[in-house]
């Protein structure tokens, strides 16, 4: 692997990143280097999403160009993809297309450097998108920073019928308790402050293994070995048991965020994107939530013109939003994914109609979030600074219920964690002032 330089380039979600970082580390550990740009490299390897058809139709344009420099190179040139969209068949017959070298779907991706050895070493192509277990016992070293992800468990066993994830992740299968713990102390050991545990559904943990603790218990395991900024993405409601909202109260270091995707807010919809709850049921765990956590900051997950929605339907959501105030959302039109089906049974509604109730909704969100957001001004916050801001008069970071803040950049010597007041609120993040630096890198809290 001596002369190969990897150039990695990642779409999509969380779990993506913590796979790229394991891939890098793989790569690193069996002596390629890693490098900034495709100019530098020899083998350019992309991270894909399929979620949407929008990340789809990016990674088809990257793998044209990328296609385009093999052809165009003088020396060897190696294109690979893995992730989401290399579990289907779709990205399979675009890997074809674009001449892909290395293929490996997301549940393989613990062959990474095997595959691009082989590949590089007999120009042959490696392609495998099987699932193996094996992609579950690495432990990638600690990232640099404060903040770090951890895989608890990949797949789903829910068959929502607009999602491509039980075909690209396959079922549930929960990582082992007690490398999760070791992983996370390792990380506190490199003086990591924020751990995010991620799932395609975290609060199903252990349910594929009775000698497994469940998520409530993990919860209150991880925070037990001094995590000081605990967190979790995402959730399904129909899982979030009232177990889950015991432990995230009584577990300081969870503070009070929760993510928790709603959807529609219609009971029609609800039922044809098959997400196994109503409305009331939806409410009821709020209203619990906000009960045991009362400075819930609760976001959401949205989509808006799923097929058969009702102009009564989409007033359905908007009324839930009201209902609910949540904090914040992300949004998305539906966009139809093949093989799944929604996109197979339903036909797709006009785009222009879905736009239009996007705007709609992003009004709501926007109303909502000021509204919200001016209730922490005046309040004393603790955020994880980042850096610098693009106009460099402000630092970035976020604070325990993960608002985005910026801090005045006089009072903040660099990246650590800071006691801040905030003083200001748009619809979009918080600014405010730092008192006193928490911790700097590196220190232990
Ligand atoms: S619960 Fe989430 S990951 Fe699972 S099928 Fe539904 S949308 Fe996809």
Redesign the pocket.
Same mark, same amino acid.
């Given at each position: 692997m001596k002369d190969l330089r990897v150039k990695l380039i990642t779409y999509g979600c969380q779990m993506n990143e913590y796979d790229t970082h394991l891939v890098a580390s793989e790569l690193a550990a069996s002596g390629a280097a890693l490098v900034e740009t495709v100019a530098e490299a020899n083998f350019v390897i992309v991270n894909t999403c399929a979620?949407r058809g929008k990340p789809v139709d990016k990674v088809k344009s990257l793998l044209g160009n990328l296609r385009k420099e093999k052809r165009e190179r003088k020396t060897p040139f190696f294109i690979g993809m893995m992730g989401c969209l290399a579990s289907l068949q779709e990205g399979r017959l675009i890997a074809e297309k674009f001449g892909v070298d290395v293929l490996l779907g997301a549940g393989a991706i613990h062959k990474i450097s095997e595959a691009v050895s082989k590949v590089a070493r007999e120009n042959e192509a490696f392609w495998d998108s099987g699932f193996y277990p094996e992609v579950d016992e690495l432990i990638p070293p600690p990232p640099r920073g404060l903040s770090a992800f951890v895989t608890l468990i990949r797949g789903?066993? $829910? $068959?929502?019928t607009?999602?491509?994830?039980?075909s690209t992740?396959g079922p549930e299968i929960s990582r082992r308790p007690g490398l999760i713990l070791k992983e996370v102390e390792r990380l506190l050991a490199a003086g990591v402050v924020e751990v995010t545990l991620l799932g395609?559904?975290v609060n199903s943990y252990g349910k594929d293994d009775p000698s497994y603790p469940d998520f409530a218990d993990l919860i209150r395991q991880v925070a037990a070995l001094g995590v000081r900024r605990l967190r979790f993405v995402?959730s $399904?409601p129909m899982n979030f048991s009232d177990r889950i909202i015991s432990a995230i109260a009584e577990t300081a270091a969870v503070g009070q965020y929760v993510h928790l995707?709603v959807?529609s807010g219609s009971d029609k919809v609800l039922k044809r994107?098959?997400?196994e709850y109503r409305r009331d049921y939806y409410l009821e765990r709020v209203e619990k939530l906000r009960r045991a956590l009362p400075d819930l900051v609760l976001t959401t997950d949205i989509i808006v013109g799923f097929p058969g929605e009702s102009e009564e339907d989409f007033q359905e959501t908007l009324s839930l939003y009201d209902e609910v105030g949540f904090d914040s959302a992300y949004m998305f039109i539906y966009s139809p994914r093949p093989g799944t089906a929604s996109a197979e049974n339903f036909p797709d509604m006009p785009r222009e109609v879905k736009v239009e109730r996007l705007q709609r909704l992003i009004e709501k969100q926007k109303e909502w979030s000021l509204k919200r957001n001016r209730s922490w001004v005046g309040r004393s916050v603790e955020v994880l600074v980042r850096g610098v801001a693009k106009d460099d008069a402000w630092v970035e970071g976020h604070d325990q219920s993960n608002h985005p803040v910026l801090l005045e950049r006089e009072g903040v010597s660099g990246p650590g964690l800071y006691r801040a007041t905030i003083e200001q609120a748009t619809p979009h993040l918080l600014l405010g002032r730092a008192n006193e630096r928490l911790l700097a890198p590196g220190e232990r809290a």
């Open positions: 979620v789903c066993d $829910h $068959h929502c607009y999602c491509v994830v039980p992740r395609q559904n995402t $399904h995707p959807q994107m098959a997400r």
